[in-house]
Protein backbone atom coordinates (compact mmCIF):
# COMPACT_ATOMS: atom_id res chain seq x y z
CA UNK A 1 0.00 0.00 0.00
CA UNK A 2 1.11 3.79 -1.19
CA UNK A 3 1.72 6.51 1.41
CA UNK A 4 -1.56 8.55 0.57
CA UNK A 5 -1.52 12.17 0.55
CA UNK A 6 -3.60 14.26 3.09
CA UNK A 7 -6.29 15.65 0.28
CA UNK A 8 -6.32 11.90 -0.74
CA UNK A 9 -6.92 11.14 3.10
CA UNK A 10 -9.28 13.98 2.97
CA UNK A 11 -11.41 12.96 0.29
CA UNK A 12 -11.89 9.37 1.86
CA UNK A 13 -12.94 11.13 4.87
CA UNK A 14 -15.83 12.83 3.39
CA UNK A 15 -16.77 10.28 1.40
CA UNK A 16 -16.98 8.04 4.89
CA UNK A 17 -18.83 10.89 6.57
CA UNK A 18 -21.49 10.60 3.85
CA UNK A 19 -21.78 7.04 4.50
CA UNK A 20 -21.55 7.49 8.46
CA UNK A 21 -24.58 10.01 7.73
CA UNK A 22 -26.82 7.03 5.94
CA UNK A 23 -25.87 4.88 8.74
CA UNK A 24 -24.11 2.21 6.22
CA UNK A 25 -22.50 -0.44 8.52
CA UNK A 26 -18.60 -0.19 8.52
CA UNK A 27 -18.56 3.52 8.16
CA UNK A 28 -18.04 4.65 11.50
CA UNK A 29 -14.74 2.42 11.43
CA UNK A 30 -13.72 3.31 7.97
CA UNK A 31 -14.33 7.26 9.47
CA UNK A 32 -11.69 6.30 12.43
CA UNK A 33 -9.19 4.54 10.28
CA UNK A 34 -8.82 7.20 8.30
CA UNK A 35 -9.00 9.73 11.23
CA UNK A 36 -5.25 7.65 12.05
CA UNK A 37 -4.35 7.94 8.66
CA UNK A 38 -4.51 11.49 8.93
CA UNK A 39 -2.77 12.11 12.04
CA UNK A 40 0.02 9.71 10.43
CA UNK A 41 0.43 11.75 7.57
CA UNK A 42 0.46 15.03 9.67
CA UNK A 43 2.49 14.49 12.39
CA UNK A 44 6.44 15.29 12.88
CA UNK A 45 8.68 12.66 14.30
CA UNK A 46 8.42 15.33 17.50
CA UNK A 47 4.53 14.45 17.97
CA UNK A 48 4.73 11.09 17.11
CA UNK A 49 6.91 10.45 20.04
CA UNK A 50 5.53 12.60 22.31
CA UNK A 51 1.62 11.10 21.42
CA UNK A 52 3.18 7.39 21.94
CA UNK A 53 5.45 7.56 24.40
CA UNK A 54 4.15 10.32 26.90
CA UNK A 55 0.68 11.05 26.11
CA UNK A 56 -0.62 7.94 25.76
CA UNK A 57 0.91 6.02 28.49
CA UNK A 58 0.47 8.37 30.79
CA UNK A 59 -3.45 8.42 29.95
CA UNK A 60 -3.46 4.71 30.24
CA UNK A 61 -1.80 4.74 33.66
CA UNK A 62 -4.40 7.71 34.65
CA UNK A 63 -7.31 5.71 33.47
CA UNK A 64 -5.80 2.49 35.56
CA UNK A 65 -5.60 4.85 38.73
CA UNK A 66 -9.60 6.09 37.56
CA UNK A 67 -10.50 2.90 38.37
CA UNK A 68 -9.41 2.41 41.82
CA UNK A 69 -10.67 5.69 42.77
CA UNK A 70 -14.29 5.57 40.48
CA UNK A 71 -13.32 8.65 38.72
CA UNK A 72 -15.85 7.92 35.62
CA UNK A 73 -18.55 6.78 37.57
CA UNK A 74 -18.63 9.91 39.85
CA UNK A 75 -18.19 12.54 37.17
CA UNK A 76 -21.39 10.00 35.32
CA UNK A 77 -23.22 10.09 38.79
CA UNK A 78 -22.62 13.77 38.60
CA UNK A 79 -24.12 14.59 35.63
CA UNK A 80 -24.88 17.75 33.94
CA UNK A 81 -23.85 19.97 37.00
CA UNK A 82 -20.06 17.87 37.59
CA UNK A 83 -17.67 18.12 39.93
CA UNK A 84 -15.45 20.92 41.06
CA UNK A 85 -11.57 20.19 41.36
CA UNK A 86 -11.91 20.61 45.25
CA UNK A 87 -15.20 18.21 45.28
CA UNK A 88 -13.82 15.69 42.94
CA UNK A 89 -10.58 15.78 45.12
CA UNK A 90 -12.75 14.91 48.24
CA UNK A 91 -15.23 12.27 46.54
CA UNK A 92 -12.00 10.49 44.93
CA UNK A 93 -9.67 11.36 48.13
CA UNK A 94 -6.97 12.30 45.64
CA UNK A 95 -4.90 15.41 46.50
CA UNK A 96 -6.52 18.55 44.32
CA UNK A 97 -2.90 19.27 42.82
CA UNK A 98 -2.46 15.55 41.85
CA UNK A 99 -6.17 15.21 41.03
CA UNK A 100 -5.77 17.98 38.83
CA UNK A 101 -2.74 17.62 36.98
CA UNK A 102 -4.44 13.56 36.30
CA UNK A 103 -7.23 15.10 35.15
CA UNK A 104 -6.06 17.67 32.91
CA UNK A 105 -4.30 15.34 31.08
CA UNK A 106 -7.30 13.35 30.51
CA UNK A 107 -8.95 16.98 29.70
CA UNK A 108 -6.16 17.02 26.63
CA UNK A 109 -7.21 13.92 24.99
CA UNK A 110 -10.30 14.69 24.73
CA UNK A 111 -11.55 11.97 27.65
CA UNK A 112 -13.42 13.93 30.07
CA UNK A 113 -14.34 18.10 30.00
CA UNK A 114 -13.79 20.76 31.86
CA UNK A 115 -16.10 23.47 31.79
CA UNK A 116 -17.83 26.08 34.52
CA UNK A 117 -15.31 25.29 36.90
CA UNK A 118 -16.27 21.47 36.85
CA UNK A 119 -14.85 18.50 35.65
CA UNK A 120 -17.70 16.77 33.03
CA UNK A 121 -17.55 12.75 31.90
CA UNK A 122 -17.99 12.08 28.69
CA UNK A 123 -20.51 9.79 26.46
CA UNK A 124 -17.00 7.48 26.49
CA UNK A 125 -15.97 8.03 30.24
CA UNK A 126 -19.86 7.68 31.26
CA UNK A 127 -19.22 4.47 29.41
CA UNK A 128 -16.20 3.42 30.47
CA UNK A 129 -17.60 3.67 34.32
CA UNK A 130 -19.30 0.16 33.70
CA UNK A 131 -18.36 -2.84 35.69
CA UNK A 132 -17.45 -4.77 32.56
CA UNK A 133 -15.44 -2.23 30.92
CA UNK A 134 -13.50 -1.03 34.47
CA UNK A 135 -12.61 -4.89 34.83
CA UNK A 136 -11.42 -4.46 31.00
CA UNK A 137 -9.29 -1.45 31.62
CA UNK A 138 -7.64 -3.55 34.95
CA UNK A 139 -7.08 -6.48 32.73
CA UNK A 140 -5.58 -4.78 30.08
CA UNK A 141 -3.19 -2.60 32.18
CA UNK A 142 -2.42 -5.39 35.02
CA UNK A 143 -1.95 -8.50 32.57
CA UNK A 144 -1.24 -7.41 28.82
CA UNK A 145 0.80 -4.42 29.13
CA UNK A 146 3.40 -5.66 31.08
CA UNK A 147 3.63 -8.65 28.75
CA UNK A 148 4.06 -5.72 25.66
CA UNK A 149 6.59 -3.27 27.50
CA UNK A 150 8.67 -6.31 28.14
CA UNK A 151 8.80 -7.12 24.29
CA UNK A 152 12.32 -5.34 23.49
CA UNK A 153 14.27 -7.20 26.53
CA UNK A 154 12.62 -10.96 25.85
CA UNK A 155 13.19 -10.46 22.14
CA UNK A 156 16.46 -8.86 22.53
CA UNK A 157 17.13 -12.56 24.70
CA UNK A 158 16.03 -14.94 22.19
CA UNK A 159 18.05 -13.23 19.39
CA UNK A 160 14.64 -12.14 17.76
CA UNK A 161 13.32 -15.44 17.25
CA UNK A 162 9.72 -16.36 17.39
CA UNK A 163 9.18 -18.07 20.93
CA UNK A 164 8.20 -21.66 19.88
CA UNK A 165 4.29 -21.69 19.01
CA UNK A 166 2.53 -22.25 22.39
CA UNK A 167 5.16 -22.23 24.59
CA UNK A 168 4.94 -21.46 28.34
CA UNK A 169 8.21 -19.76 28.24
CA UNK A 170 6.57 -16.66 26.04
CA UNK A 171 6.58 -12.86 26.75
CA UNK A 172 3.77 -13.19 29.14
CA UNK A 173 5.54 -15.69 31.15
CA UNK A 174 8.76 -13.45 31.45
CA UNK A 175 7.23 -10.63 32.12
CA UNK A 176 5.08 -11.88 35.17
CA UNK A 177 7.39 -14.37 35.92
CA UNK A 178 5.53 -17.03 35.96
CA UNK A 179 5.55 -20.78 33.97
CA UNK A 180 1.99 -21.05 34.29
CA UNK A 181 -0.19 -20.84 31.21
CA UNK A 182 -2.22 -17.62 30.81
CA UNK A 183 -5.26 -19.21 31.46
CA UNK A 184 -3.71 -21.24 34.69
CA UNK A 185 -2.57 -18.20 35.96
CA UNK A 186 -5.43 -16.23 36.00
CA UNK A 187 -7.16 -18.81 37.75
CA UNK A 188 -4.20 -18.73 40.44
CA UNK A 189 -3.97 -14.95 40.54
CA UNK A 190 -7.31 -13.50 41.64
CA UNK A 191 -9.21 -10.90 40.75
CA UNK A 192 -7.77 -11.04 37.41
CA UNK A 193 -9.69 -14.35 35.98
CA UNK A 194 -13.57 -12.27 36.72
CA UNK A 195 -11.26 -9.22 34.94
CA UNK A 196 -10.53 -11.66 32.09
CA UNK A 197 -13.71 -12.85 31.86
CA UNK A 198 -15.41 -9.18 32.10
CA UNK A 199 -12.98 -8.12 29.10
CA UNK A 200 -14.29 -11.11 26.93
CA UNK A 201 -17.67 -10.16 27.26
CA UNK A 202 -16.96 -6.52 26.68
CA UNK A 203 -14.16 -5.84 23.99
CA UNK A 204 -16.42 -6.04 21.66
CA UNK A 205 -19.65 -4.84 22.56
CA UNK A 206 -21.43 -2.52 20.21
CA UNK A 207 -20.36 -4.08 17.05
CA UNK A 208 -22.65 -6.62 15.08
CA UNK A 209 -22.24 -9.97 16.46
CA UNK A 210 -21.90 -13.24 13.91
CA UNK A 211 -25.93 -14.16 14.20
CA UNK A 212 -26.83 -10.26 13.19
CA UNK A 213 -29.30 -10.15 10.16
CA UNK A 214 -26.50 -9.86 7.52
CA UNK A 215 -23.77 -11.12 9.31
CA UNK A 216 -23.93 -15.20 8.83
CA UNK A 217 -27.83 -16.35 7.79
CA UNK A 218 -28.62 -18.53 11.34
CA UNK A 219 -32.37 -19.07 9.38
CA UNK A 220 -31.50 -20.41 6.41
CA UNK A 221 -27.97 -22.49 7.77
CA UNK A 222 -29.22 -23.41 11.37
CA UNK A 223 -32.84 -22.85 12.14
CA UNK A 224 -34.48 -24.48 8.51
CA UNK A 225 -33.30 -28.04 8.64
CA UNK A 226 -33.05 -28.63 12.30
CA UNK A 227 -34.14 -31.70 13.17
CA UNK A 228 -36.77 -32.12 15.85
CA UNK A 229 -36.35 -35.70 16.17
CA UNK A 230 -32.76 -36.05 16.96
CA UNK A 231 -32.15 -37.36 20.15
CA UNK A 232 -29.75 -34.66 21.45
CA UNK A 233 -32.32 -32.14 20.67
CA UNK A 234 -29.23 -29.56 20.76
CA UNK A 235 -29.34 -26.39 18.46
CA UNK A 236 -25.83 -24.91 19.10
CA UNK A 237 -22.84 -26.00 21.92
CA UNK A 238 -21.08 -22.49 22.75
CA UNK A 239 -17.57 -24.17 23.00
CA UNK A 240 -15.77 -22.20 25.66
CA UNK A 241 -18.16 -19.63 25.69
CA UNK A 242 -17.03 -17.92 28.88
CA UNK A 243 -19.75 -16.47 31.13
CA UNK A 244 -22.58 -16.57 28.20
CA UNK A 245 -22.51 -13.45 26.39
CA UNK A 246 -22.24 -14.99 23.12
CA UNK A 247 -25.50 -17.55 23.57
CA UNK A 248 -27.58 -14.57 25.79
CA UNK A 249 -27.40 -12.50 22.61
CA UNK A 250 -28.17 -15.45 20.13
CA UNK A 251 -31.31 -16.56 22.46
CA UNK A 252 -32.42 -12.73 22.54
CA UNK A 253 -32.05 -12.48 18.90
CA UNK A 254 -33.93 -15.85 18.34
CA UNK A 255 -36.18 -16.06 20.81
CA UNK A 256 -38.13 -18.52 19.11
CA UNK A 257 -35.22 -20.80 17.95
CA UNK A 258 -36.23 -24.45 18.20
CA UNK A 259 -34.05 -27.51 20.56
CA UNK A 260 -31.33 -26.84 22.95
CA UNK A 261 -28.64 -24.21 23.30
CA UNK A 262 -25.45 -25.10 25.76
CA UNK A 263 -22.58 -23.10 27.47
CA UNK A 264 -19.31 -25.03 27.84
CA UNK A 265 -16.05 -23.76 29.76
CA UNK A 266 -13.77 -24.76 31.93
CA UNK A 267 -15.29 -25.78 35.63
CA UNK A 268 -14.04 -22.41 37.12
CA UNK A 269 -15.78 -20.55 34.68
CA UNK A 270 -18.90 -22.58 34.71
CA UNK A 271 -19.13 -22.06 38.65
CA UNK A 272 -18.34 -18.36 38.83
CA UNK A 273 -21.31 -18.12 37.07
CA UNK A 274 -23.74 -16.03 38.92
CA UNK A 275 -26.40 -18.41 39.80
CA UNK A 276 -29.36 -15.50 40.01
CA UNK A 277 -28.23 -14.78 36.39
CA UNK A 278 -28.89 -18.52 35.29
CA UNK A 279 -31.52 -18.94 32.58
CA UNK A 280 -34.36 -21.09 33.20
CA UNK A 281 -36.67 -19.82 31.05
CA UNK A 282 -36.96 -21.64 27.96
CA UNK A 283 -35.03 -20.58 24.87
CA UNK A 284 -32.41 -19.64 26.94
CA UNK A 285 -28.38 -21.83 27.65
CA UNK A 286 -27.81 -24.67 29.92
CA UNK A 287 -23.94 -24.41 31.00
CA UNK A 288 -21.90 -27.50 31.43
CA UNK A 289 -18.11 -27.88 32.71
CA UNK A 290 -16.16 -29.14 29.73
CA UNK A 291 -12.84 -29.21 28.78
CA UNK A 292 -12.26 -28.93 24.95
CA UNK A 293 -9.11 -31.39 25.29
CA UNK A 294 -11.32 -33.62 25.69
CA UNK A 295 -14.42 -35.63 23.57
CA UNK A 296 -17.59 -33.27 22.88
CA UNK A 297 -19.66 -34.72 25.08
CA UNK A 298 -23.03 -33.56 23.20
CA UNK A 299 -23.44 -35.33 20.27
CA UNK A 300 -25.18 -34.46 17.09
CA UNK A 301 -25.85 -30.96 17.88
CA UNK A 302 -27.06 -28.82 14.59
CA UNK A 303 -23.53 -26.44 15.36
CA UNK A 304 -20.84 -26.69 17.60
CA UNK A 305 -19.32 -22.60 18.10
CA UNK A 306 -16.32 -21.72 18.79
CA UNK A 307 -15.73 -17.83 19.36
CA UNK A 308 -12.22 -16.76 19.80
CA UNK A 309 -11.26 -20.49 20.71
CA UNK A 310 -8.39 -21.47 18.15
CA UNK A 311 -6.24 -18.39 18.02
CA UNK A 312 -5.62 -18.98 21.32
CA UNK A 313 -3.86 -21.91 20.54
CA UNK A 314 -0.93 -23.15 18.42
CA UNK A 315 -1.92 -26.15 15.34
CA UNK A 316 -1.50 -29.05 17.04
CA UNK A 317 -3.74 -28.26 19.84
CA UNK A 318 -5.72 -26.23 17.80
CA UNK A 319 -6.14 -29.56 15.96
CA UNK A 320 -6.91 -31.48 18.80
CA UNK A 321 -9.96 -29.48 20.21
CA UNK A 322 -11.10 -29.57 16.62
CA UNK A 323 -10.83 -33.87 16.34
CA UNK A 324 -12.75 -33.41 20.20
CA UNK A 325 -15.44 -32.58 17.78
CA UNK A 326 -15.34 -34.66 15.09
CA UNK A 327 -16.68 -37.76 16.90
CA UNK A 328 -19.86 -35.63 17.69
CA UNK A 329 -20.72 -34.17 14.24
CA UNK A 330 -23.49 -35.57 12.06
CA UNK A 331 -22.04 -36.25 8.63
CA UNK A 332 -24.63 -33.82 6.63
CA UNK A 333 -26.26 -32.20 9.34
CA UNK A 334 -23.55 -30.78 12.33
CA UNK A 335 -21.67 -27.56 11.61
CA UNK A 336 -18.76 -26.34 13.27
CA UNK A 337 -18.71 -22.63 12.85
CA UNK A 338 -15.65 -20.38 14.16
CA UNK A 339 -16.18 -17.24 15.15
CA UNK A 340 -12.45 -16.06 14.20
CA UNK A 341 -10.50 -13.10 12.64
CA UNK A 342 -9.41 -13.94 8.88
CA UNK A 343 -5.82 -11.94 8.20
CA UNK A 344 -5.68 -10.34 5.36
CA UNK A 345 -2.56 -10.42 3.71
CA UNK A 346 -2.48 -7.37 1.59
CA UNK A 347 -5.02 -5.25 4.30
CA UNK A 348 -4.66 -6.42 7.71
CA UNK A 349 -6.79 -4.43 10.16
CA UNK A 350 -5.53 -2.82 13.50
CA UNK A 351 -8.31 -4.96 15.33
CA UNK A 352 -6.64 -7.90 13.24
CA UNK A 353 -2.88 -6.84 13.91
CA UNK A 354 -3.35 -5.89 17.34
CA UNK A 355 -4.99 -8.97 17.96
CA UNK A 356 -2.26 -11.16 16.43
CA UNK A 357 0.23 -9.14 18.79
CA UNK A 358 -1.93 -10.16 22.28
CA UNK A 359 -1.74 -13.75 20.93
CA UNK A 360 2.16 -13.53 20.92
CA UNK A 361 2.63 -11.78 24.07
CA UNK A 362 0.15 -14.25 25.82
CA UNK A 363 0.03 -17.45 24.23
CA UNK A 364 2.62 -17.69 21.57
CA UNK A 365 0.26 -18.61 19.04
CA UNK A 366 -1.03 -16.37 15.74
CA UNK A 367 -3.81 -14.91 14.37
CA UNK A 368 -4.65 -17.14 10.93
CA UNK A 369 -5.19 -16.37 7.18
CA UNK A 370 -7.80 -18.02 5.00
CA UNK A 371 -5.49 -20.29 4.20
CA UNK A 372 -3.98 -20.84 7.25
CA UNK A 373 -7.60 -22.04 8.68
CA UNK A 374 -8.28 -24.40 5.65
CA UNK A 375 -4.98 -25.82 6.48
CA UNK A 376 -5.48 -26.28 10.39
CA UNK A 377 -9.46 -27.44 9.52
CA UNK A 378 -8.19 -29.84 6.47
CA UNK A 379 -6.24 -31.57 9.00
CA UNK A 380 -8.99 -32.02 11.76
CA UNK A 381 -11.22 -34.00 8.96
CA UNK A 382 -13.32 -30.99 8.14
CA UNK A 383 -13.76 -28.41 5.39
CA UNK A 384 -14.44 -24.83 4.99
CA UNK A 385 -18.23 -24.30 3.02
CA UNK A 386 -18.09 -20.41 3.37
CA UNK A 387 -16.33 -17.10 5.05
CA UNK A 388 -19.06 -15.08 6.17
CA UNK A 389 -18.09 -11.29 6.58
CA UNK A 390 -19.50 -7.81 7.92
CA UNK A 391 -17.82 -4.70 7.39
CA UNK A 392 -15.98 -2.97 10.42
CA UNK A 393 -16.25 -6.41 12.11
CA UNK A 394 -12.94 -7.73 12.98
CA UNK A 395 -13.85 -11.63 13.09
CA UNK A 396 -15.58 -13.76 10.51
CA UNK A 397 -17.53 -16.62 11.14
CA UNK A 398 -15.78 -19.56 9.47
CA UNK A 399 -18.56 -22.44 8.15
CA UNK A 400 -17.24 -25.51 8.20
CA UNK A 401 -18.42 -29.45 8.41
CA UNK A 402 -16.84 -33.21 8.05
CA UNK A 403 -14.67 -33.53 4.70
C1 LIG B 1 -10.50 -16.06 24.42
S1 LIG B 1 -11.72 -16.68 25.52
C2 LIG B 1 -13.15 -16.74 24.48
C3 LIG B 1 -14.44 -16.69 25.26
C4 LIG B 1 -15.69 -16.56 24.39
N1 LIG B 1 -15.83 -17.67 23.48
C5 LIG B 1 -15.63 -15.27 23.64
O1 LIG B 1 -15.30 -15.27 22.46
O2 LIG B 1 -15.90 -14.22 24.22
C6 LIG B 1 -11.26 -18.37 25.61
C7 LIG B 1 -12.19 -19.19 26.47
O3 LIG B 1 -11.72 -20.55 26.45
C8 LIG B 1 -11.91 -21.07 27.74
N2 LIG B 1 -11.01 -22.21 27.90
C9 LIG B 1 -9.66 -22.23 28.01
N3 LIG B 1 -9.21 -23.49 28.12
C10 LIG B 1 -10.30 -24.29 28.07
C11 LIG B 1 -10.48 -25.70 28.12
N4 LIG B 1 -9.44 -26.54 28.22
N5 LIG B 1 -11.73 -26.19 28.01
C12 LIG B 1 -12.81 -25.36 27.88
N6 LIG B 1 -12.70 -24.02 27.83
C13 LIG B 1 -11.45 -23.49 27.93
C14 LIG B 1 -11.55 -19.91 28.64
O4 LIG B 1 -12.05 -20.11 29.96
C15 LIG B 1 -12.23 -18.75 27.92
O5 LIG B 1 -13.57 -18.57 28.31
Known sequence: MTNPSVSTILEDLAAAGKAYDQAEPGAREALIDRSRALVAALEMPSEFIQ????????????????????????????????????????????????????????????????????????????????????????FCYDTARPSFNNFPTFFQNTHYQSPPVGSLNGPFQSAHRTPLHFFDWLVANPPNLPHFDSFMSAYRAGKANWCDRGFYPVADRLIAGFDTTSAAGVLLVDVGGGRGHDVTIFAQQYPTHPGRIILQDREPVIAALDASAAPTTPGAFTAQAHDFFTPQPVAGARAYYLHSILHDWDDDRGIQILRNLVPALRRGYSRVLLNEIV???????????????????????????????RAILAAAGLRVVQIYTYPGVAESLIEAELA
Open 51 to 138: RSFWAEPAMSAIIRIAVDVKLFQLLRDAGEAGLSPSALAAKTGVDVVLLQRLTRHLVAMYLISFHHGAFHGTPLSDQLAADNYQDSIS
Open 343 to 373: VSEERPTLAATSMDLMMLAHFAVRERTAAEW
